[in-house]
């Protein structure tokens, strides 16, 4: 009987213990959680095009299956209201190769490319395909960080309906 009863008693210590774990470790998933929302919020960028213009040597560009922005248009995409999925390739030719080109989709860090001359797909989501227009910037900085000043900068745009 004492057995049983000690047994029970380490059972239920053993179980008060690692349920302390669990929660410690929960508190440490919410935290990370913030520091990253934080960080996310962190990388919003306000740039205005009026304040730029072109700025630096070579060419950036947006192109969909509606068209491209190359020539100044600005494409329409078609966005599937299920799956609330869309996808742009971001076009970079002759830029500077030794400094990082930082993309932002309306304000928002949305990649990085590292290349003079570089294709890349960029996977559209949430508020980028609200209706209206939106802007992608290509922008590089003379630190290579956000932090510096701007080196290169062009802005293309989008609309969905």
Avoid: W
Avoid at 73 to 89: D, G, H, M
Wanted: hydrophobic share 35%.
């Amino acid at each position: 009987m004492k057995r049983k009863i000690t047994a029970m008693l380490m059972a239920a210590t053993l179980a008060l213990s690692l349920g302390a774990c669990g929660q410690s470790s929960s508190a440490t998933t919410n935290n990370d959680e913030a520091s990253q929302s934080a960080d996310a919020t962190a990388t919003t960028k306000s740039f205005s095009s009026e304040q730029y213009g072109n700025v630096g040597e070579g060419t950036a560009y947006l192109v969909s299956g509606e068209g491209s922005t190359q020539n100044g248009s600005i494409p329409e995409l078609a966005v599937n209201p299920a799956k609330r999925a869309a996808q742009i390739t971001l076009v970079l030719e002759g830029v500077p190769a030794d400094t990082i080109t930082y993309v932002y989709v309306d304000g928002q860090e949305a990649a990085t490319l590292n290349k003079s001359s570089e294709t890349a797909d960029l996977e559209l989501k949430d508020e980028q395909l609200d209706s209206g227009e939106h802007s992608v910037e290509f922008v590089q900085f003379d630190s290579n960080k956000p932090s510096g000043s701007v080196t290169f900068y062009r802005v293309g745009r989008y609309m969905v309906n």
